[in-house]
């Protein structure tokens, strides 16, 4: 809280946020680690070269990959209804 001076952001009452979040977004299951492993397989050696993996990764997501998202994305959430929102691993 003193990193806000005693503020609450929120509508009129404080959420805990959850220590664990069961990464239920394909942006955090997914595409963050795909890019990434494009982009730093080896060091870009400049900006413009960085931006062009970047741009090359997000491109080289197949609908294949979009389809296996949509499955991972059904069993995530069934497993978080399974567990009522605790808490829950994820085994593979």
Same mark, same amino acid.
């Given at each position: 809280m003193e990193r806000f001076q005693n503020q609450v952001l929120g509508y009129g +009452? %404080?959420?805990e946020w959850p220590p664990c979040s $069961? #990464? !239920?977004t394909p942006l955090d %299951? %997914? !595409?963050w680690g795909h890019i990434k492993g494009h982009v730093y397989a080896t060091p870009p050696p400049t900006l413009q &070269? %960085? =931006?062009r993996r970047i741009t &090359? *990764? +997000?491109v080289s997501v197949t $609908? *294949?990959?979009l389809h296996n998202v949509? =499955? #991972?994305i059904q069993s995530r959430v069934q497993m978080c209804i399974v567990a009522n929102g605790d808490h829950f691993e994820q085994y593979k």
């Open positions: +009452c %404080f959420v $069961p #990464e !239920l %299951f %997914f !595409l &070269d %960085f =931006r &090359d *990764a +997000c $609908p *294949a990959m949509q =499955r #991972e």
